[in-house]
């Protein structure tokens, strides 16, 4: 039996295309495939068929669609089989027996070939890989979740083709290949290896205009159409064409020197090596605070000590937070004492193309040696090119935004001579030997300082109330204050009073905060971008229920999932630095705060992206489980809290002192219970009388505003496998 990838997804045994059902099914396998011989969790399959909007009764149709599957696989007579295995499911086949592996371990072989000057024995290996494409890939297949998959393979089919014709062109089948490049490029008109590839057959044919005129009508439209004139390899090979007529664009026959494990070296430069790369980015003019970090970072980066490990220290903080800025401040303290240069590269980890290793190391090996004309063709083995040109040199190295470790690893150096810096939204717990630094908001004093110097220091002073009050409502988040800053910058006659009152309004916050491409919205919104659908979904609940400061079983409650499954979500949305984890109170309850902005966008996301009767079902689940804790640290026993999301010493704790543990929540579900008991929510809400005799149940203490006295109580449905009877909340004056 064969598993296809490489075009429409089909399986087939004996010759035969054997049936796999609808678009679910084959998603499903799709699914199982590209990950086949590893556990593919449920939630992760779920999210593949349905994504955010799954039926009711997902588990149980996906639990169909694998057992129909399952029929398929036995035909192999068990070589292939799909087996349950906690937290999910693993498909099991036969070396070979899907078409992706075949093509990428052919692919492998023919780059290897190459490497070694084989150019004939590589240029068949990718012809063999490449006949195995059918069309594009996962054909018939469409999942947010598979799209990466799909844009990878067909990357690979691209970069093959491009390394067959290389190799072609390395055995000097010029005329052979001039019209499939040139249909080629007609097609991909801004992949330069291809114009180059064409430009290169042209000028060995003895048609130098022609190729020159294909330089020109790249250059022309990646001026145009992108911005950008063309990389340096294709000026290259322009060059070489003026210079050298016929011959001058043809590759050299690989020598020994070029056989070599690290790839094609470059020849020795004429005038030594270039200068000192000095990429840094301009330190900000306006930056303040952080002389703590900042003390620590540079003494970590010059430590004359080091002998072994190379010195990584990577900058943690939530989008906005100043990483970018403490990094390039941090790094121009420290050019001094890196002579050899200073790289950099934004790795545009929260854009929506993250910059690949192969691309930066590329750039870098450029910077690094200016004779070089051809660049190893993996990542890996430019990542060893690069470790050994930076061997010996005190370089410093910034990589920016980045996404995760495998986005950094390889653009690591070996040599402990070298520095690195990285920022990140993410905590890069996976880089060996790394030191984090994570930023919280700017003090108050600092804050405040930030704001005077953007709009000046006698105008600051002349309302310095309002000046702390737009400070306290940026939440100390510096690109907030700047965006603030440069708003009042530019309208001179407001005063800052003004743009305070406006900022108070939450519902006009987001908006005031946004100036020309700085915008606090957008910011956050690339980190909400990267979360799973669940956690999407709690930081929406978090921001429509109103949640600044809440206990772990309040988003149990709200999403209608476990207690283990609302930490794990918690805890997805504190590695994101959208949420903050408090600690533990006094009552052995973890708690989790969000701050006012992130609250804000949640809310915002809710509006946009949730139904309202969703959202009030969540609230009555909270308050349905709230009335039930208070009903469970009444009744007391030691089997009281049965499916509860609270450990009974937690019960136990707040049975000793309930009102404390009242007045503690109350101002985290003061907005809950007035949805849960809103007009409309009838679904979820009946009216009822009710009793209780725990301290409490009369009002809801609260210090900053007073007791509030409960008018009436609606019956609220409890959350799904949670408690058999329902629970009753009160309806706050």
Known sequence: MEFRLLGSVEVSSGGSVVGIGGAKPRTLLVSLLVDHGRVVPANRLLDALWGEHPPGRARSILQTYVSSLRQVTNRTGGRAAITTRSPGYVL????????????????????????????????????????????????????????????????????????????????????????????????????????????????????????????????????????????????????????????????????????????????????????????????????????????????????????????????????GIGKSALAAHVAHRVVADHPDGQLYADLSGLGPVPAEPYAVLGRFLRALDGTTTVLPETTEERAERFRTLVAGRRLLIMLDDARDERQVRPLLPGAASCAVVVTSRRHLAGLAGCAGTELGPLGDTDASALLADMIGAERAAAEPDAARRVVTLCGGLPLAIRVAGARLASRRRWPVALLAGRLADEELRLDELSAGDQDVRSCLARSYDLLDPPARAALRLVGLLGLSDFPSWVLAAALDVTPAEAEQVAERLVDALLVDPIGVDDFGQIRYGTDDLVRLFGRDRGRAEDAERAVRRAAARVAATWYALRAAVEAGGPARSGALPVADSVLDRIGVHPRAWLGAEHAALSTVLRLAVAPGNDEAVVARPAESRLPGDATFASPTTGPRRVRGTRRVAPPTGRSDGPRTVGSMA
């Open 92 to 319: 099991d086949i036969p070396d070979g027996a899907l078409d992706r592996d075949v093509f990428e371990r052919l692919v492998t072989e023919g780059r290897q070939a190459a490497g070694s000057g084989r150019h004939a024995e590589a240029a068949e290996l990718f012809r063999r890989g490449l006949a195995l494409w059918r069309g594009p890939a996962l054909g018939g297949v469409e999942s947010e979740l598979l799209v990466g998959e799909a844009a990878r393979l067909d990357e690979m089919r691209l970069a093959a083709l491009e390394e067959r014709i290389g190799s072609e062109l390395a055995l000097s089948r010029l005329a052979e290949v001039v019209a499939e490049l040139t249909d080629l490029v007609s097609r991909h008109p801004f992949r330069e290896r291809m114009r180059g590839h064409l430009m290169t057959a042209l000028c060995g044919l003895g048609r130098q205009s022609d190729a020159l005129a294909v330089y020109r009508v790249g250059r022309a439209r990646l001026t145009e159409e992108l911005g950008i004139e063309p990389g340096p390899e294709l000026r290259a090979i322009h060059a070489r064409i003026l210079r050298g007529g016929t011959s001058g664009a043809l590759p050299a026959r690989p020598s020994a020197a070029d056989r070599a494990p690290g790839g094609p070296r470059p020849e020795p430069a004429g005038e030594g090596r270039p200068p000192a790369p000095a990429q840094l980015p301009p330190a900000p003019a306006d930056f303040v605070g952080r002389d703590a970090e900042l003390g620590a970072l540079v003494t970590a980066l010059t430590r004359p000590d080091r002998t072994t490990a190379v010195p990584v220290q990577v900058i943690v903080g939530r989008g």
